[in-house]
Nanobody, 124 residues
Framework: QVQLVESGGGLVQAGGSMRLSCAASGRTFGSQAMGWFRQAPGKERGFVAA????????YYADSVKGRFTISRDNAKNTVYLQMSSLKPEDTAVYYCAARTSTGLYVRDYMYPYWGQGTQVTVSS
């Protein structure tokens, strides 16, 4: 079992930056592939970014590529999502997810463990 707790959300102006954190407990964090997803009001949950267990491989949705950076610190059992040049359309609840695997995953159904989510609101 893996428990995930997101933090760092809030209100930011368009063009600003924000860093989300996801703290993990339970199974060895270093063996978890991690992902960030988001869900805006009235929309389905969508993929944002993923990182392999080692942190060496990352993958991004086209909508955030070049603006968001996913990283992890296995010593701190934490994965981060650094968001820059934020746009109003980035407004959503952001979720982190974990899967005990060495791969890289972009589909939400591939992740069995989820955090409770953190709200990010970008004002225009």
């Amino acid at each position: 079992q893996v428990q995930l707790v997101e933090s760092g959300g809030g209100l930011v102006q368009a063009g600003g930056s924000m860093r989300l954190s996801c703290a993990a407990s339970g199974r060895t964090f270093g063996s978890q592939a991690m992902g960030w997803f988001r869900q805006a009001p009235g929309k389905e949950r969508g993929f944002v970014a993923a990182i392999s267990w080692s942190g060496e491989t990352t993958y991004y949705a086209d909508s955030v590529k070049g603006r968001f950076t996913i990283s992890r610190d296995n010593a701190k059992n934490t994965v981060y999502l650094q968001m820059s040049s934020l746009k109003p359309e980035d407004t959503a609840v952001y979720y982190c997810a974990a899967r005990t695997s060495t791969g890289l995953y972009v589909r939400d159904y591939m992740y069995p463990y989820w955090g409770q989510g953190t709200q990010v609101t970008v004002s225009s």
